[in-house]
């Protein structure tokens, strides 16, 4: 039994890297989707959604995250 309690946190273990790797890749965004975000953003400004319908299987938030995370200035 102590076997199957181990085995039940490698589970764990295995399901957030699989998690995080999932999170770092929807934060890489193709050259082609880069610069589709940045006219779109130039043209209408901060409205994720209406850039994220623009671009399939993206969503507002990840769209919204990856800017931030690239082209957010600091004050």
């Given at each position: 039994m102590a076997n199957?309690?181990?085995?039940?946190?490698?589970?764990t273990s295995v399901d957030?890297?699989?998690?995080e790797s999932r999170n770092r890749s929807k934060l890489e965004f193709s050259e082609d989707e880069e610069?589709?975000?940045i006219?779109?953003?130039n043209l209408i400004g901060e409205r994720w959604?209406?850039?994220a319908g623009r671009i399939p299987g993206r969503t507002a938030e990840e769209i919204e995250k990856y800017w931030n995370s690239?082209?957010?200035?600091?004050e």
């Open positions: 199957s309690e181990h085995s039940s946190s490698d589970d957030s890297r699989e998690e610069i589709l975000i006219r779109m953003y959604k209406l850039i690239r082209y957010s200035t600091s």
